[in-house]
């Protein structure tokens, strides 16, 4: 059955592109040598079609509230225009609907980025409490998105847009955007490298595609962006979590404001989880002989017992296999995993393997 197309889908295939289904969508792979796309974007620049992310404009009055009350992280953080804020949005058991990014434009609207895979449901979750909110939710299918990575992402990307939005796109700092007319530019990302996100009409898509092309982007698949995003150490929604684990069990503590007298959904459950103590923890892996790491092995942590790899791939900034695993919270040092059942030792390291270019782990 054939997917969905983004607007650039006609540029892929004739570019020749491996494409595959992805949460519906039909999205390359690679162009040619994913290991090369993987550099492109640590070493210059590259670029990805994630026209297939849904944003969500709310608008109201009673949007900060219901967001608050939505989302783990505290949206009370978000006070400048144009500032953006990365949380997950709860169960009432804790368990992790979807993870998102939340941009505040002003008091009366902000924009979410959902996943493609859980926009329909993360739809239908909202709107459901939008509603009684008086807060109006609008999809944006009418956008188009590309984003810009890489060390030299701002140097090429920043010319190709008008001059109104190269000014502003040129100020913002880490984890901020600015509405631009139609556009909307972002500087975020989920590389581990500096770089854009930017929305625009999908009309438009196809000759800003090709002018960051021209201009020496080179463009990338889904193959490079999940070898990026596990060096950087960023989780994939319903591998590294999904609604059967919390975000305290997904190394994302951070993302969640547990003090202060805010309620949201999800919150009581983490409370007493916190309270407890998780029984499992989601940690960095790196191969110590040779394999790949995959999703689902085992891994046996000794007498704290086993768990499984929920990412792996073969990174090719360490030149080793690299992954991320839930084990019992007591695992440390060196763990097992079964490899095509022959155990291979692997070491717990600290994320991220990578950032900015940078080896952050030891060999």
Same mark, same amino acid.
């Given at each position: 059955?054939?997917?969905?197309? =983004?607007?650039?889908? $006609? ?9 595959? $289904? ?14 090369? @796309? ?8 590259? %670029?990805?079609?994630?026209?297939? %992310? ?7 009055? /009673? ?14 953080? &978000?006070?400048?225009? +144009? ?20 941009? !505040? ?22 709107? @459901? ?13 009418? &956008?188009? %998105? ?13 010319? &190709? ?13 880490? !984890? ?11 500087? =975020? ?5 500096? +770089? ?14 090709? #002018? ?8 990338? *698949?889904? /193959? ?8 950087? /150490? ?8 999904? @609604? ?6 997904? *190394?994302?503590?951070? =993302?969640?404001?547990?003090? /202060? ?25 790196? &191969? ?13 942590? +000794? ?42 030792? #692997? ?14 782990? @030891?060999?």
């Amino acid at each position: 059955m054939m997917g969905q197309r =983004t607007p650039l889908y $006609d540029l892929h295939v004739a570019a020749g592109a491996r494409l595959v $289904d992805f949460g519906g969508w039909d999205l390359p792979v690679n162009y040619g040598s994913q290991i090369e @796309e993987h550099r492109a974007v640590r070493c210059d620049a590259g %670029m990805f079609d994630v026209s297939h %992310m849904c944003a969500l404009d709310l608008r109201g009055t /009673g949007t900060r509230a219901l967001l608050a009350q939505l989302l783990a992280n505290d949206i009370g953080r &978000l006070t400048v225009p +144009g500032k953006a804020l990365y949380s997950c949005m709860l169960r009432a058991d804790g368990g992790v609907i979807d993870d998102l990014i939340a941009y !505040f434009l002003d008091e009366q609207w902000f924009r979410l980025v959902v996943n493609a895979g859980t926009a329909a449901k993360d739809l239908e979750w909202i709107r @459901e409490r939008a509603r009684p909110a008086g807060v109006s939710l609008t999809p944006r299918r009418d &956008l188009a %998105m590309i984003a810009v990575q890489g060390p030299q992402a701002q140097a090429k990307a920043l010319p &190709l847009l008008r001059p109104a939005c190269q000014a502003r796109a040129a100020g913002l700092g880490p !984890f901020f955007a600015t509405p631009c007319g139609e556009w909307f530019v972002a500087r =975020t990302g989920y590389t581990g490298e500096d +770089g854009y996100e930017i929305m625009l009409p999908s009309g438009g898509a196809p000759a800003f595609w090709n #002018a960051l092309q021209a201009a020496g982007v080179r463009p990338c *698949g889904l /193959g490079a962006r999940d070898t990026l995003r596990l060096e950087a /150490g960023m989780n994939l929604y319903g591998s590294d979590m999904d @609604e059967r684990v919390s975000p305290l069990e997904s *190394g994302l503590a951070w =993302t969640v404001a547990l003090d /202060g007298d805010r309620d949201f959904i999800g919150k009581e459950a983490l409370v007493a989880e916190r309270s407890r103590g998780s029984a499992r923890k989601l940690v960095g892996l790196l &191969l110590l002989e040779r394999g790949v790491l995959r999703s689902h092995q085992q891994v046996v942590a +000794g007498d704290a017992g086993s768990g499984e790899v929920t990412s792996g791939t073969y990174s090719p900034t360490l030149e080793r296999s690299i992954g991320f695993a839930r084990v019992p919270a007591a695992a440390a040092g060196t763990v097992q995993v079964d490899i095509r059942g022959r155990l291979v030792p #692997a070491r717990i390291v600290k994320l991220p393997f990578v950032r900015n270019g940078r080896i952050l782990v @030891e060999l």
